[in-house]
């Protein structure tokens, strides 16, 4: 069983940046595509970003690319998610997954088998 725990999350004001941490507590023989998502109040859950078990592919919503940079360090099982020019858009709870077989699946939620607990971001503006 894969654990991953979320950190990094807070409140911060439009444009300004945070960095999302996300560790696996458990390593295992799978090599795990990965992804962030994000859910607002009252809202579906939304596809953020991915990244292959290397770190050669990346992929990224429209609406987050050239703000925002996914990243792994698989020596110390954690994927990391920086964001910048944060908007009061991008506030929502922020989960990590681990788990799609296929990258092409990358995007989609029900594909991910391992789930973080979330951590918050709000950007006031």
């Known amino acids: 069983q894969v654990q991953l725990v979320e950190s990094g999350g807070g409140l911060v004001q439009a444009g300004g940046s945070l960095r999302l941490s996300c560790a696996q507590s458990?390593?295992?023989?799978?090599?795990?595509?990965m992804g962030w998502f994000r859910q607002a109040p009252g809202e579906e859950r939304q596809f953020v970003a991915a990244?292959?078990?290397?770190?050669?592919?990346?992929d990224y919503a429209d609406d987050v690319k050239g703000r925002f940079i996914i990243s792994r360090d698989n020596a110390k099982s954690t994927m990391y998610l920086q964001m910048n020019s944060l908007k009061p858009t991008d506030t929502a709870v922020y989960h990590c997954?681990?788990?799609?077989?296929?990258?092409?699946?990358?995007?989609?939620?029900?594909?991910?088998?391992?789930w973080g607990q979330g951590t918050q971001v709000t950007v006031s503006s």
């Open positions: 997954a681990a788990g799609p077989s296929e990258w092409r699946a990358r995007d989609q939620w029900h594909k991910y088998t391992y």
């Open positions: 458990r390593r295992t023989g799978r090599m795990y595509t």
């Open positions: 990244i292959t078990w290397s770190g050669s592919s990346t």
